[in-house]
């Protein structure tokens, strides 16, 4: 279905950031370590604040709950040719 977009100028790094606090518990449960490389510079963006935390939770979870117990997983936020990248 359709659904409309609410654009907004947004700072990418504290979404970031805010959405790996929330995941803190299932992190820990499952004994993993994070290490976050997410600039402390804002990155704006415009974009649905709501529909990106949502890719970035889903994301991040994933990689939660496929990586090995006690495992090590990265995030990253970097600018590269005018683009927004998560790893």
Same mark, same amino acid.
């Given at each position: 279905?359709?659904? =409309?977009?609410?654009? %907004? *100028?947004?700072?990418?790094?504290?979404?970031?950031?805010? #959405?790996?606090? =929330?995941?803190?518990? #299932?992190? +820990?449960?499952?004994?993993?370590? #994070? #290490?976050?490389?997410?600039?402390?510079?804002?990155?704006? %963006?415009? +974009?649905?604040? *709501?529909?990106?935390?949502?890719?970035?939770?889903?994301?991040?979870?994933? +990689?939660?709950?496929?990586?090995?117990?006690?495992?090590?997983?990265?995030?990253?936020?970097?600018?590269? =040719?005018?683009?927004?990248?998560?790893?």
């Amino acid at each position: 279905g359709k659904f =409309a977009l609410e654009l %907004a *100028r947004i700072d990418v790094c504290e979404l970031a950031r805010d #959405v790996l606090h =929330a995941l803190e518990p #299932v992190t +820990a449960m499952q004994g993993h370590r #994070v #290490v976050a490389d997410i600039s402390r510079t804002p990155i704006e %963006a415009l +974009a649905d604040e *709501r529909r990106i935390e949502q890719v970035l939770f889903a994301v991040l979870h994933s +990689a939660i709950q496929l990586t090995a117990s006690a495992g090590l997983l990265r995030v990253s936020t970097e600018v590269d =040719a005018g683009m927004i990248r998560f790893e």
